[in-house]
């Protein structure tokens, strides 16, 4: 969990509540698909230093370039949990599982 304080209190960040903002942005993202249902396909750790770290687990449509599917990814999770809680991520690691084919 994360502790944040301003001037009129404290208010916490739960993992879970950043596995929902990665699992939100993954969902906007083409040809990227979960591995587990309900959020269990991205994992999120806090850091010492308080911040955020991911691990996203997908499957891909065969034949997309990963590369840039990866960094499309990244870039939409951070800007998501930037967007939504105000704090910036620094690592979001993508473990790509497999490759969906089309039907």
């Known amino acids: 969990m994360e502790l944040r304080k301003n001037e009129i209190g ?3 960040i739960s ?12 969902s906007s993202v083409k040809h990227v698909y979960p591995t587990k ?3 269990e396909f991205v994992d999120c750790k806090i850091s010492k ?9 997908v ?3 065969q034949g997309v370039d990963i590369v840039k599917l990866c960094n ?11 967007l939504m809680s105000g704090i ?3 690592q979001i690691d993508i ?7 089309a039907k």
């Not at 230093?49 to 687990?57: H, I, N």
């Not at 473990?95 to 084919?101: A, K, P």
Request: aromatic share 8%; net charge negative; hydrophobic share 40%.
């Open 72 to 82: 499309k990814l990244q870039d939409e999770i951070k800007e998501a949990v930037l």
């Open 59 to 61: 499957r891909v449509k």
């Open 95 to 101: 473990d790509i599982q497999g490759f969906e084919t």
């Open 37 to 39: 249902k309900d959020n």
């Open 15 to 26: 993992e879970k509540a950043f596995k929902d903002m990665a699992a939100i942005a993954c």
């Open 88 to 90: 910036e991520c620094k």
């Open 49 to 57: 230093a308080g911040e955020p770290l991911f691990t996203v687990s």
């Open 10 to 12: 404290t208010y916490i």
